[in-house]
């Protein structure tokens, strides 16, 4: 099956949204949690070893060496996550957009639902629907994630429904 048949066939784009939705949470969070870790390890140095904390920022080559490449390690890692998640992001609104632009009865087999929005309030609809996605608790399984995504999608797109 080539990929525009996959983008229009209904049970094709069922099977992969529940997906989608998952790999994009997942990546979030990684992101999110080594964010974090680079932020807590940033506040360590500062505590616990001030030398080394204020030699990176005024003389990075009499810091330490580990020090060095933690750091540069996380920011590597932070990055290559922040990209695998903006992939992530993407294939999710290619599937979303996909889905919307299907007929109201199929885009009901999809989801149970069918929503004629503007294509001008598509983008933005979706980029809310993400932000408020990346506000719900995270869990790893793709149940959760899915039900999640639908809660929010019927709370936030019937708005938008004609």
Request: hydrophobic letters at 45%.
């Amino acid at each position: 099956m080539n990929t525009d048949s996959k983008l229009t066939n209904p049970a094709e784009l069922k099977r992969v949204l529940p997906l989608a939705i998952a790999a994009y949470r997942d990546y979030w969070h990684y992101t999110c949690e080594l964010a974090l870790i680079d932020e807590d390890f940033d506040e360590s140095l500062e505590q616990f070893d001030r030398d080394t904390w204020w030699s990176l920022s005024l003389s990075p080559e009499k810091a330490d060496d580990y020090a060095v490449d933690c750091i540069e390690s996380l920011n590597v890692a932070v990055h290559a996550f922040g990209e695998i998640t903006e992939q992530a992001k993407i294939a999710l609104v290619i599937v979303l957009k996909a889905i919307l632009s299907l007929p109201p009865e199929k885009q009901n087999l999809v989801w149970g639902n069918a929503y004629t929005i503007e294509a001008e309030a598509i983008e933005e609809i979706i980029e809310n629907l993400l932000i408020m996605l990346d506000e719900v608790e995270y869990r790893s399984p793709i149940d959760y994630n899915y039900e999640a995504f639908m809660k929010l999608l019927q709370e936030e797109w019937a708005n938008f429904s004609t």
